[in-house]
């Protein structure tokens, strides 16, 4: 189980990221012999091949991107696909303020979290023949609030910055029976 920032939390990180790379960039043209000044004496027809040929790159390095995301994600899902490890994420449809008291951001998980994704070791354990039979369940259906043990297995998981290592589980498998997990 991990936190995982959403959509909305990824485009702020990647667009400070994006502005601070284009302050280095800035600053490295400033120390660039020329730099902006033999720019801006060049005659028109210059300047629009310069301009066409920038916006050319520019293209390129978008799709460069793309296709780099591209291969990462598919390592990415590879990956947690491939473990011998029950992995899984649980998303909310509301964000949680992760400064409010454990047992309230329990309540919280419980009344707005589902499973978003998991690996086939998750299913399988679980009694399913495949991971998306899993994405969707409520967190309550494979992790009931009783026993009280999976409470206090949540108030650790909120206490340890969103992460459990060791720890031992009561979840529910389709056909409700109580397996422990580690």
């Given at each position: 189980?991990?936190?995982?920032?959403?959509?909305?939390?990824?485009?702020m990180m990647e667009n400070q990221e994006k502005s601070e790379?284009?302050?280095?960039?800035?600053?490295?043209?400033?120390?660039?012999?020329?730099?902006?000044?033999?720019i801006?004496?060049?005659?028109?027809?210059?300047?629009?091949?310069?301009?066409?040929e920038l916006q050319v790159h520019q293209i390129e390095l978008e799709m460069?991107?793309?296709?780099?995301?591209?291969?990462?994600?598919?390592?990415?899902?590879?990956?947690?696909?491939?473990?011998?490890?029950?992995?899984?994420?649980l998303e909310l449809e509301q964000a949680i303020d992760v400064t409010i008291p454990p047992e309230r951001q329990i309540e919280?998980?419980?009344?707005?979290?589902?499973?978003?994704?998991?690996?086939?070791?998750?299913?399988?354990m679980h009694g399913f023949e495949n991971s998306g039979e899993v994405c969707g369940l409520r967190l309550?259906?494979?992790?009931?609030?009783?026993?009280a043990d999976n409470v206090a297995f949540l108030r650790d998981f909120i206490r340890n910055g969103y992460r459990v290592n060791e720890q031992e589980s009561k979840e529910l498998t389709r056909g409700s029976e109580v397996r422990y997990f580690v």
């Open positions: 189980i991990f936190a995982n920032p959403g959509i909305k939390e990824l485009r790379l284009r302050r280095r960039a800035e600053k490295k043209l400033k120390k660039m012999a020329g730099g902006v000044k033999a801006s004496a060049m005659p028109a027809k210059e300047m629009a091949c310069l301009i066409h460069q991107n793309e296709e780099e995301l591209k291969a990462s994600d598919e390592r990415y899902r590879a990956f947690i696909q491939n473990s011998s490890e029950a992995i899984w994420c919280w998980l419980y009344r707005h979290g589902a499973v978003a994704e998991c690996n086939q070791a998750m299913a399988a309550a259906n494979l992790f009931p609030r009783l026993p």
